[in-house]
């Protein structure tokens, strides 16, 4: 074992650490947009939306994430630019697949939390005159919210791992930058191992913070 | 419901195939991209040292290599400026024929399969391939006969695999996307030994004490590395093949060579 | 005030509701008993349409609610309900959850509804549970909250579901002591209940239901003392 490399080498995983987190905080929001989107089609009474998000839900937990972002980074061809150093017109189709892949189960997620929530708090909302919007808005989404939190940082914390699967489209993630090194430098155990490590002490610590503000948020029921 | 995705599917494949085909018509259209933007943008897959890695260079995250100082001449020769655009290797033919780049150089071989493609220059280095084993087993490994029912391994889609198919008889087959990735396997003992290019390997053996080159003779059949441009544009390879004659006849090949070497050795 | 005409309500193959017509005034205490799986719960659900009725027309002050163009809310505001199971929102404290109906659908301002939702609490000796989330309120407290947050709409009529059926006996007490008040007042109610001491003393008419239908209809005295029914006759001589 020989970390010499990291007196050169240092920038690639700093980088791609930082990458890494900002996709992954970008895919969890806009996975939350699609999926509350498509969990409230899914549960709505109208048949062609209901049909319109079962598929997109099956057809994306049926594929790989990793056929998604290849065919998603063939299919937005854009212009390239740059943002913050990041080629944009990569790192847009990728955040773009892995958002939509993201929305899939967040959509699950939401669906689940909202129809946890007891069925007569939706029918005292209706009895008082609220309409079905003004229902699942003021009673039924702010009960749903305490059940989908939770799982919504498994989520992040999924998010976060499997966005090393970007690096097939060359996005300077983490994983991507970790192969950058180890062609550079000849060396391919030691890139790996820290890679592995900051991985984890990412999961980690959010699983640790996400368990604190659980707690925090049981205790204030 | 099932059906009807199916549709779908289908008309997606075929709106892919049929942009994919559209964008691969028309003559001599790069060299005019290339005059009108001022700008030669250069294909490569920054993780082949010595031909093209990543280093910081003034605290910049810059690519270098043989390939990079190649391309940085041929630019000069063309009055324009370079980009470079670093993908994954198995990307770069089809960025190249959807006109994400304009030329590759990523010390690929011209081989038959990738002709059908796209157009390649003249060889601008004629790379030798190796055989490297564990450092260990060095002197167990000495003739093609010697890797017989072993598992040699080779990147997924060069010339080396085609390689150890062809010429290393018996020799069972390993291809992995990823040289660094090989390497690791050899290390652990997963296969027994791995062809690479020389210039790839003197470098993995320099940087690593458990890993050894063979005399094992193999020979490339394609000659070396060429750089790939998309059909029809007979023009820019002319104007290639001028800089790389230039390049090679003052003997700077070499000394990209050499320096990349030099550069790269980490310690 | 409440006019149903050859209500009917199936759910599946299952035929809850076999044809009802009834007409209730203002100022009416109506109690529907019967035994269970007759349909008085459906009933009174189908009142306010929170269930869909498969036949036949109800017409609320004027308007025919049944009406697939009609928009049930507005009729809604001003038809109460309380719940067997209180159904308090839990996330709001106690003054949101009486205000929130008539900040949102009356437009009245927050301190407006505040000064009203207190004054109702008063009403019931609550009021100093205001800031309380419903997690900590005994099963009586919370019923009484819910007949409040019903009021809170000014509705013309109130409609009960079983309100005591979830209760700890010592609870039922003080949500039928605040019913009466309610029907002292002259508010129109539909109950739906087992309590017969209820039916007896506040109801100024019972509806005896039983396989989807109204088998008797009249004034408690009679209906307890009286039956004609044969069917009345069993199912009070069990509970009685």
Redesign the interface.
């Known amino acids: 074992m020989d970390f010499g490399f990291l007196s050169e080498y240092w920038y690639y995983f700093v980088s791609g650490t930082v990458n890494t987190i900002v996709i992954a905080i970008l895919t969890v929001i806009l996975g939350v947009i699609i999926g509350t989107g498509i969990a409230l089609m899914k549960i709505s009474h109208n048949k062609i939306f209901k049909a319109v998000a079962s598929s997109y839900i099956e057809f994306i937990r049926g594929t790989p994430l990793l056929v998604q972002i290849t065919l998603f980074f063939y299919l937005i061809s854009l212009p390239e630019f740059h943002i913050f150093g990041l080629e944009m017109e990569r790192f847009i189709p990728g955040v773009i697949a892995m958002s939509v892949n993201s929305g899939a189960y967040v959509a699950e997620i939401i669906r689940a939390g909202i129809q946890a929530v007891d069925k007569g708090q939706m029918e005292a909302a209706r009895s008082i005159g609220f309409t079905q919007g003004q229902a699942m808005r003021y009673i039924v989404l702010p009960q749903a919210l305490r059940n989908i939190l939770p799982a919504l940082g498994n989520e992040f914390v999924v998010v976060i791992k499997e966005s090393s699967v970007l690096s097939v489209i060359s996005i300077s993630e983490l994983m991507r930058n970790t192969n950058i090194i180890q062609g550079a430098i000849y060396r391919p155990f030691e890139p790996l191992a820290i890679t592995a490590v900051i991985y984890f002490v990412l999961t980690f610590s959010l699983t640790r913070l996400l368990g604190y503000a659980e707690r925090r948020m049981r205790t204030s029921d | ?1 099932m059906k ?2 199916l549709k779908r599917i289908f008309c ?1 494949i075929i709106v ?1 195939t049929i942009g994919i085909s559209i964008a691969g018509c028309g003559g001599g259209e790069t060299m005019k991209r290339i005059e009108k933007t001022g700008k030669l943008v250069v294909g490569t897959s ?4 010595p031909y093209e ?4 260079v003034d ?1 910049k ?1 810059t690519i270098v290599g043989i390939d990079i100082s190649i391309a940085e001449e041929i630019a000069k020769d063309m009055g324009v400026q370079l980009q470079i ?4 290797f198995n ?1 770069l033919l ?1 960025s190249l024929n ?1 006109n ?1 780049v304009d030329i590759v150089i990523a010390g690929m071989n011209p081989d038959e399969k990738r002709k059908k493609s796209v157009d390649f220059s003249k060889i601008y280095y004629e790379a030798k391939q190796g055989v490297m084993v564990r450092a260990e087993d060095k002197d167990k490994y000495k003739t093609v006969a010697d890797l017989k029912d072993k598992k040699v391994g080779a990147q997924l889609g060069t010339t080396q695999e085609k390689i150890v198919k062809e010429q290393l008889e018996g020799a069972n087959l390993v291809s992995l996307g ?4 090989l ?2 396997e050899l ?1 652990n003992k997963k296969i027994d030994a791995l062809v690479v290019e020389l210039p790839v390997a003197s ?2 053996v ?3 004490n458990d890993l050894a080159l063979t005399d094992v003779p193999v020979k490339d059949d394609t000659g070396g590395s060429a750089i790939a441009v998309k059909k029809g544009n007979s023009n820019l390879v002319e104007q290639i093949n001028k800089s790389l004659d230039r390049l090679m006849k003052d003997g700077l090949i070499d000394k990209f060579v050499q320096e990349a070497n030099e550069k ?1 050795v ?2 | 005030m409440i006019n149903v005409k050859n209500l009917h309500k199936t759910f599946g193959s299952l035929h809850v509701l076999q044809g009802i017509d009834v007409t209730i005034e203002k100022g009416e205490v109506v109690v529907v008993i019967g035994p269970s799986g007759s349909g008085k719960s459906t009933f009174l659900r189908c009142l306010n349409l929170l269930e869909q009725p498969t036949d036949g027309e109800i017409i609320f002050e004027g308007i025919n609610i049944t009406d697939k163009k009609n928009d049930v809310n507005k009729q809604r505001q001003k038809m109460g309900m309380v719940f067997q199971n209180f159904n308090l929102f839990p996330h709001l404290s106690i003054i949101d959850n009486i205000t929130l109906g008539p900040i949102k659908l009356k437009n009245q301002t927050p301190e407006q509804a505040k000064e009203n939702a207190m004054s109702l609490l008063k009403r019931i000796g609550l009021e100093e549970k205001a800031n309380n989330y419903p997690a900590q309120l005994s099963g009586g407290q919370k019923q009484r909250i819910a007949i409040v947050r019903a009021l809170a709409m000014s509705p013309d009529v109130m409609l009960f579901d079983e309100p005591t059926s979830a209760l700890d006996p010592e609870m039922v007490g003080e949500v039928l002591e605040v019913m009466k008040e309610l029907a002292a007042e002259g508010m129109t109610m539909v109950v739906v209940t087992h309590e017969m001491g209820f039916a007896k003393e506040v109801g100024t008419r019972v509806l005896f239901m039983d396989e989807g239908k109204i088998k008797e209809d009249a004034p408690p005295s009679e209906i307890f003392t009286n039956p004609k029914d044969d069917r009345t006759k069993e199912f009070l001589s069990k509970i009685l």
């Open positions: 419901m009807g995705m997606l892919v920054g993780d082949y040292a890695y990543h280093m910081l605290g995250d655009v670093d993908t994954d990307g089809s959807t994400k990823k040289i660094p990735d390497v690791m290390k470098g993995y320099k940087n690593n790269n980490t310690k």
